[in-house]
Nanobody, 133 residues
Framework: QVQLVESGGGLVQPGGSLRLSCAAS????????IGWFRQAPGKEREGVSC????????NYADSVKGRFTISRDDAKNTVYLQMNSLKPEDTAVYYC??????????????????????????WGQGTQVTVSS
C-alpha cells in the first residue's frame, strides 16, 4: 500500500521550532520530488517548499524563506521540514506530497499554478501546526 505518514506537528509558542517528518512506504521516495504544502482555515492550499528528486532544486515560499528548511534522507525513505522562528500566521494543516521528479514542478514552485500542488501523486494525511501564546 502506498502511504506517506507524517509526524511532528503540534502546538508551539511564537518563535519556537518544529520538525515535521514524512515517511514513505510502498514506494521508493528517492525517485520522487517532494513538496510541503499548508492550508489554513478559509484559505487555499499553498506551497511551502519543494525539493527535486536529485536534491539539486530547492524552493521556498517567500513567507518562509530563511526560516524553514526542507531536506530528505533517501536511505530512510523520509523527508523533513525544519521550521524555526514560527509565527502565528504559520498556523495551518501541513501536508507532504510526492511526485515523479520532473521540471517544472519544483523549478517553478512559486507560480500560481504549481504552488497549489496539482501535479503531486501521493499525499500524506496532514498534520496540524498551531503557533500561539
Amino acid at each position: 500500500q502506498v502511504q506517506l505518514v507524517e509526524s511532528g506537528g503540534g502546538l508551539v509558542q511564537p518563535g519556537g521550532s518544529l520538525r515535521l517528518s514524512c515517511a514513505a512506504s510502498g514506494f521508493t521516495l528517492a525517485y520522487y520530488g517532494i513538496g510541503w504544502f499548508r492550508q489554513a482555515p478559509g484559505k487555499e492550499r499553498e506551497g511551502v517548499s519543494c525539493i527535486r528528486s536529485s536534491g539539486g532544486i530547492i524552493n521556498y515560499a517567500d513567507s518562509v524563506k530563511g526560516r524553514f528548511t526542507i531536506s530528505r534522507d533517501d536511505a530512510k525513505n523520509t523527508v523533513y521540514l525544519q521550521m524555526n522562528s514560527l509565527k502565528p500566521e504559520d498556523t495551518a494543516v501541513y501536508y507532504c506530497a510526492a511526485v515523479v521528479g520532473n521540471d517544472p514542478v519544483c523549478t517553478r514552485f512559486s507560480s500560481t499554478y504549481y504552488s497549489r500542488g496539482y501535479e503531486y501523486d501521493y499525499w500524506g494525511q496532514g498534520t496540524q501546526v498551531t503557533v500561539s501564546s
